[in-house]
Nanobody, 121 residues
Framework: QVQLVESGGGLVSAGGSLSLSCVAY????????MAWYRQSPGKERELVAS???????SYEESVKGRFTISRDNAKKAVTLQMNDLKPEDTGAYYC???????????????WGPGTQVTVSS
């Protein structure tokens, strides 16, 4: 059983900051890419930021320079530091990880339940 547990969402005023954290628990042999997605009301779920096992990160264009993704491989954790938040950043944020379980040769994608971020104008 693998679970991704997110924390850190909440309500913040425009220009403020929030930090989201996600930890993977369970029977895990290795984790490849970890990422954060968000789904805003009436929109498709979109990739916000991702980071490889070696620390190579990438960002959706609108968050570049404001958000920073980082990970701690030993703790099986990924963090999204969000600064200068805008109302359009509002949405449910989901942690995602490509995980290899013991005795398996296939990485599978796992999702957290989501944490709400609301930015007021």
């Amino acid at each position: 059983q693998v679970q991704l547990v997110e924390s850190g969402g909440g309500l913040v005023s425009a220009g403020g900051s929030l930090s989201l954290s996600c930890v993977a628990y369970g029977s895990i042999y290795a984790i490849r890419t970890m990422a954060w997605y968000r789904q805003s009301p009436g929109k498709e779920r979109e990739l916000v930021a991702s980071i490889t096992r070696d620390g190579i990160s990438s960002y959706e264009e609108s968050v570049k320079g404001r958000f920073t993704i980082s990970r701690d491989n030993a703790k099986k954790a990924v963090t999204l530091q969000m600064n200068d938040l805008k109302p359009e950043d509002t949405g449910a944020y989901y942690c995602n990880a490509d995980i290899l379980k013991p005795a398996s040769d296939i990485y599978r994608s796992f999702w957290g339940p989501g944490t709400q971020v609301t930015v007021s104008s």
